[in-house]
């Protein structure tokens, strides 16, 4: 009896400390704190080119919740070169807590998904050939895959998707040494050796759903 209570303890004790302090996100407080995102990513997140604001809708909640943590702590938008990532940064220290990211990302994910229109002049079906390499983490449709730690790349943006290619490359991002799996995107990244490839590899990934 004895055993079986100290066995007990043992496992609450760890269930305590493995699991998260925060709740499930709550998309109706979310929805309050995206009043502020709305300003540049719209009201369905659904991304505004004049603004430099990539679509958030139908991007996996942890995949958000991730970046927007990478803004507050620094491995985001903190080099000086990376203009669009350092607006973005104090907009992500709006959100005061875990708690309030879980939130607005809960938000996000009810938001409907619409597809962008092409704006990147690029080959797509020399596009294919080069995202053979990059079908491996994000997919054959690039649907992503969570156990890889890879986004949804269909249906974002392409203009988007070439700035943060040219980011890695540039160093600009993936070069923290905390941002695990933007250190990861980087090499990868390298393999398009030139702008061109760069927007037909973009082109070709606006053509997926």
Same mark, same amino acid.
């Given at each position: ?5 100290? =066995? ?22 979310? $929805? *309050?704190?995206?009043? +502020?995102?709305? #300003? ?7 991304g505004i080119k *004049? ?17 927007? $943590? ?9 080099? !000086?070169?990376? *203009?669009?990532? =350092? ?20 938000? +996000?994910?009810?938001? !409907?998904?619409?597809?962008? =229109? ?8 020399? %596009?294919?050939?080069?995202?053979? +390499?990059?079908?491996?983490?994000? %997919? ?28 890695? $490359?540039?160093?600009?991002? %993936?070069?923290? #040494?905390?941002?695990t799996f933007g250190?990861?995107?980087? !090499?990868?990244?390298?393999?398009? =050796?030139?702008?061109?490839? +760069? ?11």
């Open positions: 009896m004895k055993f079986r209570y100290i =066995a007990s303890s043992v496992f609450i004790a760890n269930t305590l400390l493995i699991s998260p302090a925060w709740a499930a996100g709550d998309a109706a407080k979310g $929805k *309050e704190f995206y009043a +502020i995102c709305a #300003a540049c990513h719209g009201d369905n997140a659904q *004049e603004l430099n604001s990539p679509q958030l809708a139908g991007q996996f909640d942890w995949y958000i919740v991730r970046q927007l $943590k990478n803004f507050k702590a620094g491995f985001r938008g903190a080099d !000086p070169k990376d *203009e669009f990532g =350092a607006q973005m940064r104090p907009m992500a220290m709006t959100l005061p807590d875990d708690q309030a990211v879980e939130d607005v990302v809960a938000y +996000i994910s009810t938001l !409907p998904v619409t597809k962008p =229109a092409a704006t990147v002049n690029g080959d797509a079906a020399k %596009g294919k050939t080069a995202y053979t +390499i990059c079908m491996a983490c994000h %997919g054959p449709n690039g649907e992503g895959n969570a156990a890889l730690n890879s986004p949804r790349l269909a249906n974002q943006q392409d203009w988007y998707m070439v700035r943060q290619i040219k980011n890695y $490359k540039a160093g600009l991002r %993936g070069t923290h #040494a905390d941002d250190v990861q995107m980087r !090499p990868m990244a390298m393999t398009l =050796a030139t702008d061109d490839a +760069i927007n037909d590899i973009a082109a070709y990934i606006n053509t997926l759903e």
